[in-house]
């Protein structure tokens, strides 16, 4: 006799940040690329993380 799978539990809320460890070369990198795009970081990381998804 075979059961049903249970229903999943609902999703848990999503947290809107995230932490990620960068070395200091990529942070450098990135923070220099958000200036000549006159961005800050936060905002240029958010949108090359939504150009690739």
Do not use: T, W
């Amino acid at each position: 006799m075979s059961r049903s799978p249970s229903p999943l539990p609902p999703p848990a809320p999503i947290r809107a940040k995230f932490g990620v460890r960068v070395g200091e070369q990529l942070h450098r990198r990135r923070a220099m690329n958000a200036a000549q795009e006159r961005l800050g970081l936060n905002r240029y990381l958010v949108r090359r993380l939504s150009d690739v998804s």
